[in-house]
T-cell receptor, first 116, second 113 residues
């Protein structure tokens, strides 16, 4: 398993600003993922972040809106840019642990974002 | 593409009663399947996983799930519900040729005394 922390745990932001979310893992991992969970909804994958390469974004998510950094094997950041109320969600990072073929992921506690 | 269907967005049971949360998947090949639990204001915690070994998988907190290929199902059960089981439960399937998890829409479990 892995211990994952996220900062901040929650934030309230004004429209038009940006929020950067940090994800820290207690061990080196290759695969890190960022998800969005809108109120009352399931999880939607935003992007996959691999160390040393550009993040891979899912359909409907673009780098200009959700820039991601992955400077090393234990850390990643997700920035949500030009915030609007529709961005109010929980953002979760996860890491893949164990045999790569199992695709087992462990999740951080999430960052609850409210945009006014 | 693979997908997951969770029947019943809300399930209510009495404490001590059987818990049954339904999950059906679509896949042309046996996938990897997972159940996650999300307690209020927390992240997701892995309950159990199926990775093509035993079809009956035991997880944490007394939960188990059975992989039935003929029914393309992976239902989650617990013989006796506890108040602390109240949470949101997500079924997920892994795409075979990628590292992605596809989540179902979730089932909120309520446990009444």
């Amino acid at each position: 398993s892995a211990v994952i922390s996220q900062k901040p745990s929650r934030d309230i932001c004004q429209r038009g600003t940006s929020l950067t979310i940090q994800c820290q893992v207690d061990s080196q991992v290759t695969m890190m993922f960022w998800y969005r969970q809108q109120p009352g909804q399931s999880l939607t994958l935003i992007a996959t972040a691999n160390q040393g390469s550009e993040a891979t974004y899912e359909s409907g998510f673009v780098i200009d809106k959700f820039p991601i950094s992955r400077p090393n094997l234990t850390f990643s950041t997700l920035t949500v840019s030009n915030l609007s109320p529709e961005d109010s969600s929980i953002y979760l990072c996860s890491v893949e642990v164990g045999p790569p073929s199992y695709n087992e992921q462990f999740f951080g506690p999430g960052t609850r974002l409210t945009v006014l | 593409a693979q997908s997951v269907t969770q029947l019943g967005s809300h399930v209510s049971v009495s404490e001590g009663a059987l818990v049954l949360l339904r999950c059906n998947y679509s896949s042309s090949v046996p996938p990897y399947l997972f159940w996650y639990v999300q307690y209020p204001n927390q992240g997701l915690q892995l309950l159990l996983k199926y990775t093509s070994a035993a079809t009956l998988v035991k997880g944490i907190n007394g939960f188990e799930a059975e992989f039935k290929k003929s029914e393309t199902s992976f239902h989650l059960t617990k013989p006796s519900a506890h108040m602390s089981d109240a949470a949101e439960y997500f079924c997920a399937v892994s795409e075979v040729d990628t590292d992605k998890l596809i989540f179902g829409t979730g089932t909120r479990l309520q446990v009444f005394p």
